[in-house]
C-alpha cells in the first residue's frame, strides 16, 4: 500500500524509503474501491478481496441504534446520544466508513490498526469520503486498544473482529470492553479447521474438536459460540446469539453480551459431547449437565452417560438372548437389561452409510467460481509489487532448487582415505 503524501516527502522525493516500523514506502498511483456508499483508495496494483463484500454488507444491517429502536435516525450525522463503535482491525477503514455512512444514531466509529501504513491509508479514506465528525483513526494493538476501554464509559457499543484465520487472542479484551448489552461481530476465515482438517489445531485455539461431517458448518459456527461464551464466563457475563451464518470460506456470528452470574452457571447445560456413527455419520449429542428447576429450587447437575449406548446393548441381547437365570436380580448387568430402550435400534445397514457422491465419485472440492477464489494472503508491505499469479509462478518448485543448489555444493568434511595423509610415521 502506498504512503501518503506526508509519508512520500520524508522520504526525500526518491523511489521509496523506510519507515519508523521499517516498511518499505513507494509512490505509486491510487484505484476507487467503492463497496455500498464508501470509496476506499487502495494501491492499483493491490488484489481486492472479492469474495468477502458479502461479508460488509451484512454488516451494516447488523448494528442497530442503541436505544432508539422505534425512531427512524439519518445515517451519516452526528448523534451525541448515540452508540460508540470499534472496527479494531480496519486495515484501509472501508467498514468503518460504511457504518458512518450507512447506521444511524452512531456517535464515534473508531478505526484502529497496527500498521502504520494501514492508518495513513484509514486518514486518506476517512478525508476522501468526508466522514471526520465520526470515523477516527486509532493507531494500537487490537487487544491493547480493548483493553484501555474496559472501565464503564469507554465501552463500546459494538465491537467489530475481522481477523486473518482465528479471532481467538482478541475475545478476552472483547468480552470485557463491550458495553452490557453490546454487541460483537466476529469473523473466522479459518474454516479448515473449524470443519475437522485439523481437530488438534482447532482444540488450542477454540477449545472444541471438530470432525469431518455433513454438518460441519453449523459444528464450526456452535463451536464459535462456545468460545465466546466461555471468555464472557470469565468475567460473570454470558451471550445471547443474534445472527450466526457460513459461506464460502468464512463464518459470521453476532452476540449480544449481558452481564449476569446467574446466568453463566447454565453456560455447562448448552454445551454437549458429539458422538458420530463412522458409517452413516448418525449424530447424538451428550450435554455436559443440566438444570433441575423444582418451584423455586433450582439445582445444576451433571448429566448421565449416553443412554444410547445401552440401547445398543439391549438390542443386541435380544437378537443374542443371555442366560439371566445365571444373574441374580440385584446384578448391575440383569438391571440394565431390564430398562426399557430410549431410541430404537436397527442393525441393518443404513442407506446413507454410502452416500450418492460417493456412488457418482464426485470431488470433494468442486470447481472454483473463478480464479484465486478464496481468502487471500495476510496484508504485507510492498517489497512484492506484482500479482498473484506472478508470484506463484516464481515460486513454483523453489524448494526443490534450494535442495538442488545444497547438494552441488562441495563437502569441507576430509575423505576416509585421506585421513592419514599429511601425518609423519614414527618409529
Known sequence: ?????????????????????????????????????????????????????????????????????????????????????????????????????????????????????????????????????????????????????????????????DPYGSPHIFLDSAVKSVADGGILLVTCTDMAVLCGNSPETCYTKYGALSIKSKACHEIALRIVLQCIESHANRYGRHIVPLLSMSADFYVRVVVQVFTSQFKCKESFSKVSWLYQCVGCETTTLQPLGRVVVNGKSVKYQLSPGPAIIWDIVRAWEKSNPANKEKMAPDRPGRRILEKNSETEINFEIHPDSNPQSRKQELLRFQVKPEKNWGPKSRAKTSLFHGNQDDKRSRNQGKKRRIQANVEQLPSKLPKENDSNEGKETRN
Open 1 to 161: 500500500m502506498a504512503s501518503s503524501e506526508k509519508g512520500s516527502e520524508e522520504t526525500g522525493g526518491s523511489n521509496g524509503g523506510n519507515d519508523e516500523m521499517g516498511f518499505v514506502i513507494d509512490k505509486r498511483p491510487f484505484t476507487h474501491v467503492q463497496e455500498g456508499k464508501a470509496e476506499d483508495e487502495e494501491d492499483a496494483k493491490k488484489e481486492t478481496e472479492g469474495t468477502q463484500e458479502s461479508n460488509k454488507e451484512v454488516n451494516t444491517e447488523e448494528v442497530p441504534p442503541a436505544e432508539k429502536k422505534f425512531t427512524i435516525l439519518e445515517p451519516g450525522k452526528k448523534d451525541p446520544e448515540g452508540i460508540r463503535i470499534l472496527e479494531a482491525l480496519a486495515a484501509s477503514g472501508l467498514r468503518s466508513i460504511r457504518y458512518a455512512h450507512e447506521v444511524g444514531g452512531v456517535v464515534e466509529i473508531v478505526a484502529n490498526d497496527f500498521s502504520k501504513q494501514a492508518v495513513e491509508c484509514i486518514e486518506r479514506n476517512i478525508t476522501h469520503n468526508k466522514v471526520e465528525d465520526i470515523v477516527t483513526s486509532s493507531y494500537s494493538d487490537a487487544s491493547m486498544a480493548m483493553y484501555k476501554s474496559y472501565e464503564q464509559g469507554k465501552r463500546f457499543h459494538a465491537i467489530d473482529l
